[in-house]
């Protein structure tokens, strides 16, 4: 059949036969190094499985070993047995249970640290007894004349400049009733103003109520009820028994001056005049403490006084008062200073004195 094909033909026929064996030769070559490739390794077929290589690796990871603490035992020492405490005897008991009894006797000692508005204290204020032993303290008064007392005014913050003013003490004394009406002013603006008014009896002063006005704030009275034996008061809902000798913040100046005028023997230093005090929301027992003389300057002119110290109680928010009063000038107050807790003070120094000749 070649030979009767052209001989172009024939070429053609032979170059495409040349053509398959040559790839298929191709083909073989190609088949075998695949193979051989992967064989070898060359190649990695996907697997779900980890590859062995990473399977040595974590086989032959070695996990450190954390060595265990040691625990070492401390044995505290047994402490010593201590001594039991050996009781007192009894003579140095006594001495406090008596002051314990004495103090719970008192009709007007009651805690006021927290008592502003407190209804149960109320009830315990007013139901207490007359103290005999208070009442046995009597004083011979005898109150000094009417008059007016002018003040210069110095008012010494804890920090800061001080401030000045002035201030005036009026003092009406007629023999049955009495009047003390008080206004002091710093620059220019009244600070306080409070009024005193009662009888005078044979104990001294006997206050029927005690007004407040200070600068902001309302008004208040303190009263005390002659008919229902109770002192009361319009800021707070505390009452207190109405036994005799209570004064208020006003009158207890006075009151002094009466006893330093008719028994200056209770004037000695170190003795302590005891006299229950309402304020304007509550009430307690002042201790007076007689420090001593002391002379003082008063307008230039050096003045003999006693000098008397009401302090507070530990803690107490309230002012602590000096007193200094002149014997040579009817036991007058010549001289006061109020301090604060924080330390502030206001002090008042006698400038001009108006006596009275008519009651």
């Known amino acids: 059949m070649t030979t009767d094909m052209p001989p172009t033909q024939q070429r053609a026929k032979r170059v495409r036969l040349s053509m398959g064996w040559l790839f298929v030769l191709i083909a073989s070559v190609l088949l075998h190094l695949i193979v051989i490739s992967w064989a070898r390794g060359f190649i990695h077929l996907p697997s779900t499985s980890a590859p062995d290589d990473i399977l040595v690796i974590d086989a032959t990871l070695e996990v450190p070993i954390i060595p265990k603490p040691v625990i070492v035992a401390v044995v505290k020492p047994k402490p010593k047995p201590r001594p039991r405490p050996v009781a007192p ?8 249970a ?7 006797n008192d ?3 009651t805690d006021t640290s927290n008592t502003e508005t407190s209804t149960t204290d109320t009830a315990s204020a007013a139901s207490n007894t007359p103290d005999e032993k208070t009442n046995a303290v009597s004083y011979t008064i005898d109150l000094p004349p009417s008059a007016e007392l002018k003040y210069d005014i110095q008012k010494t913050p804890k920090e800061g400049a001080p401030m000045y003013g002035s201030g005036t003490i009026s003092w009406h004394n007629n023999g049955g009733t009495y009047t003390v009406d008080g206004d002091f002013g710093i620059l220019f603006i009244t600070a306080l103003r409070f009024k005193s008014t009662g009888t005078i009896e044979d104990i001294g002063i006997v206050p029927e109520l005690y007004s407040e006005k200070r600068f902001r704030k309302s008004e208040t009275n303190t009263h005390f009820h002659r008919e229902r034996n109770t002192i009361s008061f319009s800021a ?4 207190y028994p109405r036994t005799g000798g209570e004064q208020d913040r006003a009158s207890i100046i006075w009151q002094l001056a009466g006893i330093g005028r008719g028994d200056p023997a ?3 230093p170190g003795a302590s005049i005891d006299l229950f005090v309402a304020g304007t929301r509550n009430a307690e027992t002042w201790h007076i403490l007689v420090v001593g003389q002391e002379e003082i300057q008063v307008d230039g002119v050096s003045t003999n006084t006693w000098h008397v110290v009401r302090s507070p109680k530990n803690g107490s928010y309230d002012q602590k008062l000096d007193i200094w009063l002149a014997p040579q000038q009817q036991w007058y107050p010549i001289r006061l200073r ?14 001009k004195l108006n006596v009275s000749s008519v009651p």
Not at 89 to 96: Q, V
Not at 98 to 104: G, K, P, R, V, Y
Not at 338 to 351: K, R
Request: net charge negative; charged share 15%; proline share 10%.
């Open 107 to 109: 009709p007007h000692t």
């Open 338 to 351: 109020y301090t604060e807790a924080t330390g502030d003070y206001l002090d008042m120094t006698l400038s």
């Open 98 to 104: 008596a002051d314990i009894a004495t103090a719970s």
């Open 236 to 239: 707070s809902t505390l009452s």
């Open 89 to 96: 005897p009894p003579a140095e008991i006594a001495a406090p």
């Open 266 to 268: 209770k004037f000695v």
